[in-house]
């Protein structure tokens, strides 16, 4: 009867392990997900972030002397 029993608790030490090894796969696809998205949202923070600086900068244009009367 022992031989049994820990054949059946062998067997669900394997489906056990079994499942850990799919739920660990589904974490690692979500991990590349998420860090694939987030690397893409600081690359467009950044794009963006230097655009407006590019935009802010502000010119002075030569100004012409005034003639006087």
Do not use: F, I
Request: charged residues 30%; hydrophobic residues 40%; without cysteine.
């Amino acid at each position: 009867m022992t031989h049994v029993r820990e054949q059946d608790s062998h067997q669900a030490l394997k489906k056990k392990y079994s499942d850990l090894l799919k739920h660990t796969r589904v974490l690692e696809d979500r991990l590349q997900l998420y860090s694939t998205a987030v690397n893409l949202l600081s690359l467009e923070l950044q794009a963006v972030t230097e655009g407006a600086k590019a935009a802010a900068k502000v010119r002075v244009a030569p100004r012409r002397p005034k003639q006087l009367p």
